[in-house]
């Protein structure tokens, strides 16, 4: 299944979520405006940008972990 974010104006919003209430393969519709972050996983977050900075050859591409767990699961 895919996720896709969407801009849209702000005067369009109501407009576009009645659309996608309506279509029937639409499973999920959520604002992430409204998501809080903690702090402390900001902190986190900022600590592994850092390191990556630091230490980019420590560090694997998305698609090389997929591949492995692909090949160790099957699926």
């Known amino acids: 299944m895919k996720q896709i974010a969407v801009t849209i104006p702000d005067n369009k919003e109501s407009l576009f979520i009645e659309l996608m209430k309506n279509l029937s393969f639409v499973k ?17 977050i900022d600590q592994r940008m ?11 591409d998305w698609e090389e972990v997929q591949r492995e767990i692909n090949l160790k699961y099957g699926i």
């Open 28 to 44: 999920g519709i959520e604002n992430i405006e409204n998501i809080n972050i903690p702090e402390w996983h900001k902190a986190i």
């Open 50 to 60: 850092e390191n990556f900075k630091v230490h980019p050859e420590s560090f694997r």
